[in-house]
């Protein structure tokens, strides 16, 4: 069964600073990762999507993935307080299976 | 513009009872999935639709039935509801296969009591 990994947190970071939300991933030959933004109470929506090693970049999101460490990540540049939300980390079920594993999701607070 | 719309919003079963929780989409999507969200917790896919008349089992089918008779609907079936069934149940839908965009409706909180 595949995994995805993420801390839950909560990671406090205070407003204009840098969050940093990392994932990891058990499954190899996964080529695609997804970031989903859910406020309390709400659905996700998606913010980011990656399939190349290095980093992407989005406003003020940049993703980054290392797939020979198994790792990616969500920069999150001048955090404001509305940025205060859970951060899910997907990847493709595989398995012959369509839709996306989860992680658990990161709570992420951004201080005034 | 309604994107995927779930009914009802809010549930409450009681143990043995069923249900069913109804999507729709407005979008043309091929692509539909129901997952649920417990406390804390990422979401778990159920089951998936790759187009009318083609469903799938997900990571966590037992106890639910789906069925997809035209593109637009991807209704999820509880039968004999029982409290290990009490989560948040979200369907989404996308254009294409896993890796384009997948558009999530408001959920539907069940409780099983």
């Known amino acids: 069964q595949k995994e995805v990994e993420q801390n839950s947190g909560p990671l406090s970071v205070p407003e204009g600073a840098i969050a940093s939300l990392n994932c990891t991933y058990s499954d190899r030959g996964s080529q695609s990762f997804f970031w989903y933004r859910q406020y309390s109470g709400k659905s996700p929506e998606l913010i980011m999507f990656?399939?190349?090693?290095g980093d992407k970049e989005d406003g003020r999101f940049t993703a980054q993935l290392n797939k020979a460490s198994q790792y990616v990540s969500l920069l999150i540049r001048d955090s404001q307080p509305s940025d205060s939300a859970t951060y899910l980390c997907a990847a493709p079920a595989g398995g012959g299976a369509d839709g996306l594993t989860f992680g658990k999701g990161t709570h992420l607070i951004i201080q005034p | 513009n309604a994107g995927v719309t779930q009914t009802p919003k809010f549930r409450i079963l009681k143990i043995g009872q069923s249900m069913t929780l109804q999507c729709t989409q407005d979008?043309?999507?091929?692509?539909m999935y129901w997952y649920r969200q417990d406390p804390g917790m990422g979401l778990k896919l159920i089951y998936y639709?790759?187009?009318?008349?083609?469903?799938d089992k997900g990571e966590v089918p037992n106890g639910y039935n789906v069925s997809r008779s035209t593109t637009e609907d991807f209704p999820l079936r509880l039968e004999l509801a029982a409290p290990s069934q009490t989560s948040v149940y979200f369907c989404?839908?996308?254009?294409?296969?896993?890796?384009?965009?997948?558009?999530f409706g408001q959920g539907t909180r069940l409780t099983v009591v």
């Open positions: 990656i399939y190349s090693n």
């Open positions: 979008m043309n999507h091929n692509y």
């Open positions: 989404a839908s996308s254009y294409g296969s896993v890796d384009t965009e997948a558009f």
């Open positions: 639709s790759v187009g009318a008349g083609i469903t």
